[in-house]
């Protein structure tokens, strides 16, 4: 029994793309063993915890500890020796340079909605002219700058967005590839700030990249009628899944709806092969924010952020390529 339990532990834990609690900073060296131990400042920062009072109650996010090979900045050379190539900042810009051409020719267009705290850039894709009333999906990419894998899902997808032309005649993209370059570029869950970017999301606008991206993006969604699916890219850490709210939360119905979607990618995607968790998640979480505030179909999609170039399952970039191609053929089965 006590086997059972202790599974069934490191298996929430894992299944997560970072684990938040309450502790006691008593329990900060135990946890230090074990996690790089972020805490919130009055501020809503997450500063790293190195000290603390035995008795005073910390918010805290727990990073499983970063191996000594996991540069911290660029250029990931010793990351990308032993895992499926870390998606950086500039591949972003030399990849939509690329896909310029294709975009332009079935309408899309490339634009920056603003800037990062370290002024990257902050990219939009998205149609020249938008139809209110045609279908829409709306993608977000890299709340979380050391998630580098949802990337390379997200070329997949874009990928087969432009060269499927009946499927990007049916449904409309809005996409927002990289939300926190900064992140990315420091292999940090945070943003310059120390800004959890996938807590700071609210009706009245968040902070930081988030102003510049939820005030690009709400106009927009005041105007569009049939929002079929949106899809926040994350990274986890030992298993690929989905994110999505409980059955009590937005009725039986809206939970169907979800079910559908996450059957639909599995029969495609044999890493994520139909697997999901409920969660209520944070109120500031974007994924929250659309479905309670503007009423989508949202869900938070996870897969393994660090995979080794020797593995098992025989995972590559291309596989994860072919998982992004796997999310247009479920949405286009079913909506
Ligand atoms: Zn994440």
Excluded at 207 to 231: Q, R, T
Excluded at 296 to 316: Q, V
Aim: net charge positive; with cysteine; glycine share 6%.
């Amino acid at each position: 029994m006590k086997l059972l339990i202790a599974f069934f532990l490191s298996f929430s834990l894992h299944a997560v793309c970072v684990h938040e609690k309450t502790i006691l900073g008593a329990q900060l060296p135990k946890l230090q063993k074990q996690y790089d131990v972020y805490a919130q400042t009055e501020e809503g920062s997450f500063k790293k915890l190195t000290k603390a009072i035995s008795i005073q109650r910390y918010n805290v996010q727990l990073l499983p500890k970063s191996e000594k090979s996991f540069e911290k900045s660029g250029p990931f050379d010793r990351y990308n020796r032993k895992y499926v190539e870390y998606y950086t900042y500039p591949r972003m810009v030399k990849y939509l340079d690329t896909k310029r051409e294709g975009l332009d020719a079935i309408g899309y267009q490339i634009q920056t909605v603003g800037k990062s705290l370290k002024g990257r850039n902050l990219f939009y894709v998205g149609p020249k002219t938008l139809d209110p009333t045609k279908k829409t999906i709306v993608m977000f990419g890299r709340h979380h700058g050391d998630e580098g894998t949802a990337n390379w899902i997200i070329e997949g997808f874009l990928n087969q967005y432009i060269n499927d032309k009946s499927f990007s005649d049916e449904f409309q993209l809005v996409l927002y590839p990289m939300v926190n370059p900064d992140g990315a570029m420091k292999k940090s869950r945070y943003n310059a700030n120390g800004r959890d970017l996938n807590r700071s999301w609210d009706k009245e606008l968040g902070e930081d990249e988030i102003v510049s991206i939820h005030g690009h993006l709400a106009p927009m969604l005041k105007k569009l009628s049939k929002v079929v699916i949106a899809l926040d890219m994350h990274g986890s850490f030992e298993e690929d899944f989905i994110y999505r709210v409980k059955r009590s939360y937005k009725g039986e119905d809206f939970y169907n709806l979800q079910q559908k979607f996450i059957d639909e990618l599995g029969i495609y995607d044999s890493w994520q092969n139909g697997n999901f968790h409920l969660s209520n998640g944070h109120p500031k979480m974007a994924r929250l924010v659309l479905v309670t505030h503007y009423n989508l179909h949202a869900l938070t999609h996870e897969t393994i952020r660090n995979i080794r170039l020797k593995n098992r399952r025989g995972r590559t970039k291309q596989s994860l390529i072919e998982q992004g191609e796997a999310v247009v053929t479920a949405i286009s089965n079913l909506y």
